[in-house]
C-alpha cells in the first residue's frame, strides 16, 4: 500500500490525542512516587519527540517509527508513540515488514527494561505483556489491511460487474439489430421480386389489353408502396439506440401464412403446387413457424429471379416430436446446370437462421433440379 497518501485532518488530531494523552500520563505515573533526577530532563524531551514524531507516522510510518523504537529503548515515554507506529506500519506495509518493526520494538522494550526497571511486575511477565501487545498490534494491523483489500475487491467486481452488463446490452442491441435486418432483407427481396416480375410482364407484352396493364401497373404500385413502407421501418428501428419494445414490428408470419405467400408468387405468374401434411391439432413454435415460412419465401424469391418460368414445388410435412421438414424445388433453365445463387448472402444468411432454429439446411443440384431442404425441430 501507498505510504504517501495525504492523512485526513481527524486521523491526526486522533494520533496528536492519543499518544499525548498517554505520554503524559506516562510521565506522571513513572515520576509519582521518584524524586527528579537527570532521567527526568530525558524523558521530557523523550516525550515530546515522539509526540511529534506519532503524527509522522501518518506519512513516514517505518522511518518514523525505527527513530520511536530507539527512543523506546532509552525512556519508557517513548513506548505509547512506538507501538502507535507499529499500529500504523502493520496497517500499511506488507506482513514481513510489521513483524520486522515488532521484533524491533520488542527489543527496544527488552532493553529498557533491563535498566530502567519496572516497579510492580517482574521483568519476564512484562516483557510477555509487552509481547502480547505488539502481537496484537501486528494482527489488528493485518486484519485492518485484509478488510481494506476485501472493500477494494468488492468495489472492483461491482465495476466490472457494471462493465459487463453494459457490454451484454451492446451485445443485445446488436444482434436485435441483425435480427431486424436479416427479416427485413427476406421481407424486401421476396417484395421486390414479386414487383420486378410484374414489371417485366409489362415491359416485355405491352401489347397486353388494357385491363391487364392496369392490374400490373396496380400490384407494381401496391408492391413498391409495401417495400418502402417496410424500408421505412427498418432503418427507423435501427436508428433507435434500445431494442424495440415489439409494439412496431409487424407480427411475425406462422404456418397458417404459407398458402398466401404461396398465392402471391403465383399471382406474379409462378406455378407453384404446394403440399401440406402439417398436424393441425398443435401450433408450432413461434421459431419454428417464422424460420419455415422464410425457408419458403427465400425459396420461392430465387425462383423467380432465377429459374423464371419454371415450376416449383413447395413439400411442407411434419408434427410435434417428429419436427418439420421443408422441400423447395424448381427444374433450372435449359441454358444453367447450376444455380448462380448456391452462395449468395440470402441462402447464408438463411442458413444461420435455420441452425439458430436448431435445424439444418441444405440446398443442391441434382438432375438438373435446384432443391432447398430444411429440418426444424418441433418439440412434442
Known amino acids: 500500500m501507498s505510504s504517501d497518501r495525504r492523512p485526513n485532518t481527524t486521523a491526526l488530531a486522533v494520533v496528536l490525542g492519543v499518544s499525548g494523552a498517554l505520554t503524559a500520563v506516562t510521565i506522571l505515573s513513572w515520576w509519582s512516587d521518584r524524586p527528579p533526577g537527570p532521567l527526568l530532563a530525558l524523558d521530557i524531551a523523550a516525550g515530546a519527540l515522539s509526540w ?98 476485501l ?25 436485435e439489430r441483425r435480427k431486424i435486418a436479416r427479416e427485413m432483407h427476406d421481407v424486401l427481396a421476396h417484395r421486390l421480386s414479386l414487383v420486378a416480375t410484374f414489371a417485366g410482364a409489362m415491359e416485355y407484352r405491352p401489347d397486353s389489353s388494357p385491363e391487364r396493364l392496369s392490374r400490373a401497373a396496380g400490384v407494381v404500385r401496391d408492391g413498391v408502396h409495401q417495400a418502402l413502407e417496410e424500408l421505412r421501418e427498418v432503418i427507423s428501428l435501427l436508428r433507435e439506440d434500445d431494442p424495440p419494445d415489439g409494439d412496431g414490428i409487424r407480427p411475425q408470419p406462422v404456418l397458417a401464412d404459407i398458402p398466401g ?55 411442407l410435412h411434419g408434427g410435434p416430436g417428429t419436427g418439420l421438414r421443408i422441400d423447395v424445388r424448381n427444374p433450372l433453365p435449359p441454358h444453367r446446370t447450376t444455380p448462380s445463387w448456391s452462395g449468395g448472402a440470402g441462402l447464408v444468411g438463411l442458413t444461420e437462421r435455420v441452425h439458430l432454429a436448431g435445424g439444418q439446411l441444405d440446398h443442391q443440384t441434382i438432375d438438373g433440379e435446384f432443391r432447398l431442404r430444411a429440418s426444424l425441430p418441433w418439440p412434442a
Request: cysteine-free; overall charge positive; glycine content about 6%.
Open 151 to 175: 472493500i477494494h475487491s468488492l468495489h472492483e467486481r461491482a465495476r466490472r460487474a457494471e462493465a459487463e452488463q453494459g457490454r451484454r446490452v451492446a451485445e443485445a442491441r446488436v444482434l
Open 52 to 149: 511529534a514524531l506519532a503524527a509522522l507516522t501518518l506519512w513516514r510510518p517505518a522511518a518514523a517509527t525505527a527513530v520511536l523504537t530507539v527512543l523506546a529503548a532509552l525512556s519508557p515515554v517513548a513506548t505509547p508513540a512506538a507501538m502507535i507506529g507499529a499500529l500504523q506500519v502493520s496497517r500499511r506495509r506488507r506482513f514481513p515488514v510489521a513483524t520486522a518493526v515488532a521484533v524491533a520494538g520488542l527489543a527496544a522494550q527488552a532493553v529498557q527494561g533491563l535498566w530502567r526497571t519496572q516497579r510492580g511486575l517482574p521483568y519476564g511477565w512484562w516483557l510477555a505483556l509487552i509481547t502480547v501487545s505488539y502481537g496484537a498490534l501486528v494482527g489488528w494491523g493485518a486484519w485492518a489491511q485484509a478488510r481494506v483489500a
Open 261 to 315: 405467400l404461396v398465392e402471391e408468387s403465383r399471382e406474379a405468374g409462378t406455378e407453384v403446387l404446394l403440399r401440406e401434411a402439417v398436424d393441425e391439432s398443435a401450433e408450432a413454435p413461434p421459431t419454428v413457424a417464422r424460420t419455415a415460412y422464410r425457408v419458403i419465401q427465400e425459396g420461392l424469391t430465387n425462383a423467380r429471379k432465377h429459374a423464371a418460368g419454371q415450376p416449383v414445388r413447395v413439400d
